[in-house]
Every structure is written in C-alpha cells, then in structure tokens.
C-alpha cells in the first residue's frame, strides 16, 4: 500500500507516493465504474438582430403610405424595431430559463456524487484497515491476531493520514464547485499509513507520549505475526516489564525485532528495528523511518527525506500489560507442545490448579512455576532462607514478584508477612505495595530510609525473642506463639551492602537466628561471589538461579554449569534451576508469569488482619515542643528537651534532653539548617531565665562581661544563656577584643552546669577558639551542612550525610534527630544603642580630626559649652576666662606631649576618647584592661573617670542605629 500522508509543506492536496513507503495492493479498493458529473451551463451564442424582419414593416409602411398617401400608415414602420426588441428579450429569458434549470440539475449532481464518494471512501477505508489494522482493530478482532494476509505483507502501521483515493470524478466542465469536490474524491482521509516494518523505525518525542507510540508499534508487529515469525529483543527497562510477558521474547526464530529505548546500542545485528530517542538526539543508524511525535494526536514520519502529518497510535502501560498476557494466554494454548518448557507460564493458572489450601505444620509451599509438572517451593522447609541469582534481563525480579504474590495469595496475614527491598531503581516491587501482606518497600531512592528500615530488624528480632519468651514458646512453630513468619525480600543484595557494607553483619546475625523467629531471608543477586560471605552462606540452603554470566556463580549456587550463558532470544528469559539441600541435581523450570490482575485479585481477597509494621515511620519534616514536653521531677526542674530521637534499631522514637547538669550544647551546621529554631526551643522552656546574647557586638561585649562579672541568680528554674552563630560573632571583633571575649565565654561554660544552668552555642565553622568552645560543651547536635566536607570537619560521620536535610534534621551522640519547634518562642529583639553624651564641666577630648568628631564639636558649643584647643589650654591662654563646662580637644601625640594636663584632666574630669584612637587607648589611660567595644566609625567614644570604669557613649549627631 501507498500510504503517505499529507506533506507538512500544507501544499494542497495529497503528494504523489513516496517510494519507501509500503506498497501492498488492495484487490478491487474501489468500484471500477467512474462517478461523472453534469457539465456546468453553457451560455448560448447572443442570436443575430433581426434585419429583415425589423425592416419588412417599414417598407411596407411606406408602400401603403405611397398607395393611400395617409400619413398614418407611416405608423406601421415602427413594428420593425419594436420587433428586434422583442426578440432579442425573447432570447435572454430562455437563456436564463435553460441556466436555471442546469443549476438545478448541477446541483442534484453533485449531492449524489459527494454521496457516492463518501460511500466509496467510507468502502476503501474499511478495505484499507482490513489489509492494514492498527492495534486497536486487532485487539478488537479477535480473528484477525497472527492470521496471513497475502495483501498486508511486512508492514506496520505508524498512525492514520490521508493517502491517495482510487475513487475518480469526470465531468463538471464549467463548474466551479466540481474542482473541489474532484479533489476531495482523490484524498482518503483517517487511512492507516504503513511502513516496512524491516525499514527501522525511530521513535522521537517527549518520554511519556514517544514510550506509548513505541508499545503501539512493537504491539502490532506482536499482534500481526505469530511466534516464531520473529524473536523479540528488548531493553532491561523496569518501565517496559510487559515486554517479558509476550510469547515472542521465548521463542526462537530466524529473524530478529529488536526494541531500545534511548538509542541503537544492541539493536544494529537485528533484521527489525523500532528505537525510542529522547527529544533533541539524532535517529540511529538503520532507521529509514523517523517518527516524530508532537503529541498525542500530532506526529510527523520521515521517510527518505519527505515528510508528512499523521495522527499516531499510542498504548498504555497498564494496556500493553493486558496485551501482553493475552497474547501469552494465547501462546499457551496454540503452541502448548511447540515450547516444551519454554512455553510462557501464568501465574493465574497455577492458582487454579493449586488452590488456597491450607498447608500443614506452619509451612510456607507455593508455586511458583511449571516443568512438566507444577514446581514447588516451601521456604520453611526448603529453608529457611533462600538465595536467587541472575543476570540483568534474566527475570531475576518477575521470580521474586511471582514468589512474593504467590505466597500472599495462599496464606493470610496472620501467616505471613513480608518487607521488600529493591536496590535496582525501586520500580521491581512497586506493584505489590498495595497488598496487605506487606508491610513496606524500600529503595535505593531513600537512602536513609531504606537504612533506618533495615536496622530496625534487629529490634525485631529483639522483639520476637521477647515475645516467644512471654509466651513460653520455644519457636515459631509452637502453638502458643502467635506470630506471623516475618519474610524480608531484597532485590539486588550486592547493591545494598555496596551502600551499606555493615549491614552484612545484621543479615548473618539474622540468617542464623531466624528460623526460631519465623524470620525468612531471599536474597537476589546477580552474582554471589564476593558479594555473600561464608557465615550468610551456610543458612541459605533453598538456592534458585536464572541466567548467569559466569559458569563459576553457577557452580557456586546450583553445583553445576547449568545456568552459565548467554539470555537468547526470548527463551531463556524466565528460565530457571532449582536446588535444595536434599536434591541431588537441579532442577529446570519455567518461571510464572504475574499479571497485574493477579496482583489486584490477590489484594482484594486477602485475609486477616493489618500487620504489625516492622519500623516506624520516619521522623516527620516539623515535630512541635508541645508534644515533647517531659514531666518535671520537682519544681522547675524539667529537663530541656530538644526535639525527637529516632532509634530504629530498638522500633522506639524518644525526646531528645539535656541532662540536668550539662553545662553546655551547642548546635553546628549551615545557614538554614534550625540553629536559631533550637535555640528557641529551648528559650521557650526556660522563659523566666533565659539570657540571649545579642547579636550586635557591643552589645554582645556587654551582656558577656555582665554574665561574667554578676552570674545569673538563682530563679525558680536554671538559668540559660543563648548565643547564636558564635562563629560569626567572634568574627567581628579584632583580634585582642575576639581573644577577650572567648575567653569570658568559656570561663561561662567552665562555671555553668553546676546548679543546672545551660549554655547553648550555634556556629557554622569550628574555626580558631571556637573549637575549644565546642570541645568544652559536652553536648554536640550536628544539623544539615553544606557539604559532605563540611560535615566531617564538624565531626560527623560521612556516611550521615544527607543533602537533602530538611531544616532542623540532624545528629545527636550519632543517633537521628528532628530539632522541635516552639510556636510561643521569644526571638530576641535590636540591642539599645549607647547613651547620648555632653560635657558636663572640665573635660578631655582625645579625637582625630574626622567629619564625625568636628560634628560632635559644633553640637557641644551650639550646647554652651566652651571649646578649647590643648596647645592653647596647657599654655594657659583663656584657662582663666573660661568658666563652666570646658572641652579640651587634641589629637592622641598631642595628648602624649602635654602629659601635664592629660594627668589632670585624668585624675579629676571626664576624659573622652574616640573609638578612633582605640589603639592608643591604653596608653592614654595607664589602663591595661580593654575597655567596652566599640565600633569604630559609627560615632562611638569610651568615657573614662577616675573614679569609674570606662563606658561607651555615642556622640552628638550620630544617628541613633549608627
């Protein structure tokens, strides 16, 4: 068949065919008769003017006149042109009486015609789909699934378009509707467009709508050509696990169709080719068709370089699955003896053959697949625990599906119960986390979670023991202990203790106590050497293997080469040996098939009650104070909590607290990480006695002097001092004030603790005196970092690490933690600035020339006070005329050389000195101890009398938040 569809160049009507298309004749597509049309009217020829008829009146008129010789007879000579008249207007009404009419007909024309092509269209489209059905109309008819069509050759169809119709039109001359309607006749619209199917086609377009197209495409082909006709390839695809249900990927064949997704790689020695390519990367090699998808209803096919507009096919997931199994179904029942072994094996039938029975002595049997007879497994007696290896693509994860769905379809849940780990992407137990049986999946997708989750196995071994212990029983198997078998599934074991190497040691520990507890082991794996050591070994005495690579992990798991190769062609997928401790060789099976309606029958039919889960959940994103609150042991001796301890290892979550007579905790991490929201957590709690230090510096000079001069009386519960980002506090002060001021901190840390005060620091970087700040508090919780670097310079454990932290997540003595919130928190408000100040007689004014000092000045005088230079003071000029408040102002060298009146002004006034002079501050004052911090540029001076310490003041005109 010829089947383009329209170039997307938008040229009127239909091109010509393109040569790589399928071309695959239909016997007789349309009636051979010609459908014609009624030529459009003709205007007649305008008739000639009728000369000799006009002029016999007038000539006649004037022969009677003659005869008579009455005027009135020339009368008669004006019949001639009143009769040219009348016959010209005679012949204009029957033409327009003959146009009238052909309209009429032309019209009646054209509806039968437009009729009959509609009809024959309609005729040629059926004729079209019959010799080339898409999915949807083999699906539909069932008859025409793997049945020869000696007109639909090896074609496949890539979406419905227009192509050339064989219907023709004649006729319509003169009529302009007739043009139209001829080409409508020469157009099938919504015909199927088909393409070799040995051409390759490339599949382009967004993920989700290019994946529906590809299944629509490898389903036809699988819809259109029974087993045998071809092998199936495919991609290991976790999204396309269909694909291993087709009888086409377990039959052998001459001929190779060849499914990938994301390029050609392993597709170039297959005789057929349909590769899905992500948007923007180019077709592959040996991909004559390009199929570019827009949309769900809008693609483009390329094919030697035309292109044309079609509407494309496209099949679900959940459809192709459904597909799938009914073509195995199928497969079963025509080829039942073609196969042997190999024939595809269903789940569903296994459970028709072996019921829901129950099983005597606590066993676990089940089947699980089909030799010539069905094959059983029982992982209490069999095991108690079982190993399970194969090669990617061998159908590794469809067994441990199949044997997850089988044993909850014949055991309720006060039997058994299961936790199921997929180290491979997380998508291989997916389907089953639905059932009531199980009672959680993990992935690698949850690192920390899939971790918390599988250490919590030992508190459930803890817990078994004790409730065995409780009971009086001595195992599982005794009546009196009424516990579920515990059933742990893992999916890629390598990978798990790749990330999680100690838990190699939680697995034998459980290997070698969980038959007593009803605790069952399946392991799957690629490969067991290297990756299973000895002590684990020993207890997995139920072995099954698929396809591997290495004759060396055959021999390893069944004693034999027997499983070493190659997966072919679609019949070693799903091919599997069994051997336990008691056989002597292994034996060969097929594996069933689980469908996703087994999946939803066993769910729907289950039996018992909900499971006891194995861990609790993980800690949750936010965890308030009030819900953490602990009882007090005396009056306002509640200890502090701090937010939510998580201890999967013991199946408990607790509150996180400080000892009573800790001295100090302090909170280490990045920007956002809940620093300040702990902080205020534990404010909260103390409230009455809490201290923030602030975070301007003067003040935060001024609140730790005071803590260490005057400590906190003794309220009616212990004290508390918050300093927030210690780090960055320390570094805004220079280097002899950051040297005094942790010095001051740790002689707090040093004297808190005792009577049940608490220190709490938050920092970002151990940096300088700040580690030895840290290493005095006893009490380190470590929060989210910025880096994986950064969370081992703070002491923490690289595996810890979690990027991906929510705020207030972190660490404490190694154990997870969620920092609480408390909603009634106090947040620390700006510090007050420093006091205003005016001379108030005598004084001495140590400055630099500066714009903010000859400020001060000039508000000074315009105050009244008498402005006076020190050369000029200390020579004694105006000393004597100046009364009242007198500021004597020089420069610090100057100050050095009139040491005469620095003395005076020193032992008996106020002697002023700008925070601009701060390095000669001690020598002007014989003053070893560093004065009040100050910062330097914003207006600030220190006040110093002989009979009081040094304070700071602001100068006039400085703003008051300068």
């Known amino acids: ?49 009728p000369i000799v008829a006009s002029t016999v009146p007038i000539l006649g008129a004037g022969a009677l006149w003659l005869v008579t010789g009455s005027i009135l007879a020339l009368w008669l000579a004006a019949l001639g042109p009143l009769i040219a008249i009348a016959s010209i207007a005679d012949a204009a009404r029957t033409a327009r009486r003959d146009r009238r009419a052909a309209e009429r007909e032309g019209a009646r024309t054209r509806a039968e015609v437009m009729r009959a092509v509609a009809s024959r269209h ?22 025409e699934v793997w049945r020869t069509h000696h007109d639909r050759g090896d074609t496949v169809v890539v979406g419905r378009g227009r192509i050339p119709s064989a219907v023709r039109v ?26 070799p199917l040995d051409a390759g086609i490339a599949v382009i377009g967004p993920p989700v709508v290019s994946a529906a197209v590809a299944r629509a495409l490898v389903l036809q082909a699988c819809l259109a050509h029974p087993p045998g006709s071809f092998s199936l ?10 694909l291993e249900r087709l009888p086409h990927r377990r039959v052998a064949a001459g001929r190779t169709l060849a499914f990938r997704v994301g390029g050609a790689d392993g597709a170039d020695a297959a005789d057929i080719r349909i590769v899905r390519v992500g948007p923007g ?30 509407r494309p096919e496209a099949v679900g997931r959940a459809q192709a699955a459904s597909i799938a199994d009914d073509l195995a179904l199928r497969a079963a029942r025509s080829f039942g003896d073609l196969g042997g072994d190999d024939r595809p094996v269903l789940l569903a039938e296994l459970f028709a053959d072996a019921g829901r029975s129950p099983v005597a002595d606590g066993g676990l049997a089940v089947t699980i697949g089909r030799d010539r007879a069905p094959v059983s497994v029982d992982l209490v007696e069999d095991g108690p625990h079982a190993v399970v290896t194969g090669m990617t693509g061998s159908g590794k994860s469809e067994l441990l599906v199949t044997w997850v769905l089988a044993l909850c379809a014949r055991y309720s849940t006060r039997e058994v119960t299961f936790l199921l780990a997929d180290f491979k992407g997380g998508t291989a137990f997916q389907r089953l986390a639905g059932l009531p049986h199980v009672t959680g999946v993990i992935t690698d997708l949850d690192p920390g979670g899939a971790r918390r989750a599988i250490e919590s196995l030992r508190a459930e071994i803890r817990w078994r023991e004790s409730e065995l212990a409780r009971t009086g029983a001595r195992d599982i198997r005794d009546d009196r202990a009424e516990l579920p078998r515990l059933v742990v599934v893992v999916d890629e074991f390598a990978a798990l203790l790749a990330d999680h190497p ?18 069952h082991l399946i392991l799957g794996t690629q490969r067991t050497t290297g990756v299973i050591r000895e002590g684990l070994w020993a207890n997995l005495p139920l072995r099954l293997s698929l396809r591997v690579a290495d004759a060396a992990d055959s021999r390893a798991v069944l004693g034999t080469d027997d499983a070493a190769g190659p997966v072919s062609t679609g019949t070693e997928r799903g091919t599997a040996w069994l051997r336990r401790s008691i056989d002597a060789a292994p034996r060969r099976f097929r594996v069933a098939l689980a469908r996703t309606e087994d999946v939803t029958a066993v769910g729907r039919s289950a039996q018992g009650p909900t499971p006891r889960r194995s861990w609790l959940p993980a800690l949750p994103a936010r965890v308030d104070l009030a819900d953490l609150r602990m009882p007090a042991e005396g009056v306002g001796t509640a200890p502090l909590v701090v937010g939510l301890l998580d201890e999967p290892d013991e199946q408990r979550q607790r509150p996180a607290v400080l000892e009573r007579h800790a001295p100090g905790v302090v909170f280490l991490g990045r920007s956002g990480s809940g620093r300040t929201t702990a902080l205020q957590t534990l404010s909260a709690q103390r409230a009455d006695s809490a201290t923030w230090v602030p975070a301007d510096p003067e003040a935060a000079w001024d609140r730790v002097a005071e803590l260490v001069r005057a400590p906190l009386p003794a309220p009616a519960s212990p004290g508390l001092i918050l300093i927030d980002d210690v780090d960055a506090l320390v570094g805004r002060y220079p280097m ?33 005196g700040v580690a030895r700040l840290v290493d005095l508090a006893p009490r380190r919780i470590l929060l989210a970092t910025a880096s994986r670097a ?103 060298d100057e100050w050095q050389r009139h040491w005469r009146t620095l003395a005076l002004i020193r032992s008996d006034h106020d002697l002023v000195i700008d925070a601009s002079c701060g390095p000669e501050y001690r020598m002007l004052t014989a003053d070893r101890d560093l004065p009040p911090y100050c910062l330097t540029g914003r207006g600030r001076a220190w006040v110093r009398h002989a009979a009081g310490e040094p304070r700071r003041v602001l100068l006039p005109d400085t703003p008051a938040h300068a």
């Open 122 to 143: 309609r005729r040629e489209r059926e004729r079209w789909w019959g010799v080339h059905p898409d999915v949807a109309r083999l699906v539909e008819s069932d008859v």
């Open 233 to 242: 390839l495919a991609s290991d695809s976790d999204d396309e696990v269909w």
């Open 790 to 892: 950064d969370h081992v310079a703070l002491g923490g454990d690289p595996a810890g690490w979690d990027a991906r932290a929510v705020p207030g997540r972190g660490t404490m003595d190694g154990i997870a933690l969620q920092v609480a919130t408390a909603w009634d928190a106090a947040v620390p408000g700006p510090a007050d600035p420093p006091e205003m100040w005016h001379p108030r007689a005598l004084t001495g004014f140590v400055t630099r020339r500066s714009p903010q000092a000859r400020a001060a000045l000039r508000a000074w005088e315009a105050a009244g006070a008498a402005l006076i230079d020190l050369d000029a003071f200390d020579a004694g000029v105006e000393r004597g005329s100046r009364t009242g408040r007198v500021v004597v102002v020089g420069e610090p």
């Open 502 to 519: 100690e838990l190699q040691a939680l697995f034998t520990d459980l290997a070698a106590r969980g038959r007593a507890l009803g605790m």
């Open 1 to 49: 068949m010829s089947s383009p569809g329209a170039r997307s160049s938008g040229r009127a009507g239909v091109a010509e065919t393109a040569p790589a298309l399928a071309s695959t004749p239909v016997d007789d597509p349309a009636p051979d008769e010609l459908l014609h049309l009624e030529d459009g009217w003709e205007r007649p020829p305008r008739p000639p003017l």
């Open 736 to 768: 002899d004030y950051a040297g005094e001021f942790l010095q001051r901190l740790e002689d707090l840390l040093r004297g808190a603790g005792g009577d049940g005060a608490v220190v709490a620091l938050t920092a970002q970087r151990l940096t300088g």
């Open 281 to 310: 990367e180019p077709p592959p090699p040996g991909c004559a068709v390009v199929l570019r998808v827009d949309g769900p209803d809008r693609a483009q096919v390329d094919i030697g370089g035309e292109t044309y507009e079609i």
């Open 170 to 195: 004649t006729g319509g001359r003169r009529d302009p509707r007739a043009g139209e309607l001829r080409r409508r006749a020469a157009v099938l619209e919504d015909a199927p467009i088909a393409v």
